[in-house]
Structures are given as C-alpha cells and as structure tokens.
C-alpha cells in the first residue's frame, strides 16, 4: 500500500494568514491526490481533486498543487471557520490512502 | 440535492456482525460507485471498499478481506456494509462516500458503531 504522510500534525496560526500543508507519498502517484477538511463530528469535506483542481462551492483561498510524491494544501488567508482536520488522499492505486491529518487551529 | 443518509448508531458484542446502510436520493444511484470507509478513534480514515451499484461489483481492502461485504439495493437506491467477527478494534465511525473525480465527493453523515462486551 501508498504510504501517506502530512507535516505538520498540527498547527495553530492566527486568523488572516498564510497555511501551508505538506503530504508525501510513499512512492509517485502523478496527480491522483485529494484533499479534505473535516470538522469536529462531521464527515470530511471534498476541497481538491487531482492534486490542483478546486471542488464547486469551496472557496477560493483554499489551493493545492505538486505532483509525483510532494503536495502542499495552502489556505492564502486563514478564517476561523477553517479551524479543522485536514487529509490528504491518494487515489493513484488501491487501497486508496489516508495521510494521518493536520489539525489547523486559531491561535 | 445530493443526499447520503446513514442508519444509527450500534452497539455489538465481540464475534458479532453488523450491517450499516447508506440510503441516497438526488442523483442517478447507479451512476456513481460507492465506497466505505471508516475512522478509529485517533486514527486516519481507512478505505474498506466499494462497489459500483449498476453491477453489484465489489473490491474489499485485503485488511478487511472475508470479513467484509458491500451490496446494494437498487431499486431502494441503498447501499450496505456488513462487518463480520468484530472486536474492540472495529469500534470506529462508518461513513459511506460517493466517488467521482477521482475524490469522494458526497459524503454520509456516519454511523458510530461500539463494539463492547
């Protein structure tokens, strides 16, 4: 199986700011990464598909890019209703993989 | 609107089953596959497989591998799981996810599942 890592676990910063959010895989899966956010008690939320593409409705400050074994996820101006979860999926091969998560909070 | 919508919570006792249902409405059910996937307390989410409801075909992860199965009910636009032999370590939430584009796109709510003696 694709081994998925995030950096950091977790993260707090202050309300208008710049996160950034790595994901490694294990072995290169082109473009087959998603993104999503999950808040307390709830399901996760689809943000990106295909490592770049943003999901209809989810707003604009939420970006992602790479390719091959590196992705970052970047909120460009963080807002408090961003504080959650946040996965990074491969779905190049399967089983399709999970990264462990990074819990964004306000600082 | 795209709606998938679970069955409640259960409880289990070591050794037992269960089967959850993920029951959609507003878009074309055979359509689009259907995966499960579940998360642990502390843990990532965890695929356990899926099944394309217009064939009934399924594809398990090998952890869950004859322990498993996913089905469907097409003409209920329903989709099902059935975990078998549980023990404490399959006390997780199940969700249900709708795929497309690659990504899960729609996603259940959850169904907490306890498994205690």
């Known amino acids: 199986d694709i081994q998925m890592t995030q950096s950091p676990s977790s993260l707090s910063a202050s309300v208008g700011d710049r996160v950034t959010i790595t994901c490694r895989a294990s072995q290169k899966i082109s473009g087959y990464l998603n993104w999503y956010q999950q808040k307390v008690g709830r399901a996760p939320k689809l943000l990106i598909y295909?490592?770049?593409s943003l999901q209809s409705g989810v707003p604009s400050r939420f970006s992602g890019s790479g390719s091959g074994t590196d992705f970052t996820l970047t909120i460009s101006s963080l807002q408090p209703e961003d504080v959650a979860t946040y996965h990074c999926?491969?779905?190049?091969?399967?089983?399709?993989?999970f990264g462990q998560g990074t819990k964004v909070e306000i600082k | 609107q795209v709606q998938l919508v679970q069955s409640g919570a259960e409880v289990k006792k070591p050794g037992a089953s269960v089967k959850v249902s993920c029951k959609t409405s507003?878009?074309?059910?055979?359509?689009?596959?259907m995966h499960w996937v579940r998360q642990a307390p502390g843990q990532r989410l965890e695929w356990m497989g899926w099944i394309i409801p217009d064939s009934g075909n399924t594809k398990y992860s090998q952890r869950f591998q004859g322990r498993v199965t996913i089905t469907r009910d097409t003409s209920a636009n329903t989709a099902y799981m059935e975990l078998g032999s549980l023990r404490s370590e399959d006390t997780a939430v199940y969700f249900c996810?709708?795929?497309?584009?690659?990504?899960?796109?729609?996603w259940g709510q959850g169904t907490l599942v306890t498994v205690s003696s």
């Open positions: 295909a490592a770049s």
């Open positions: 996810a709708r795929s497309y584009l690659g990504g899960f796109d729609f």
């Open positions: 999926q491969q779905t190049y091969s399967s089983p399709p993989t």
């Open positions: 507003g878009y074309i059910f055979t359509g689009y596959a």
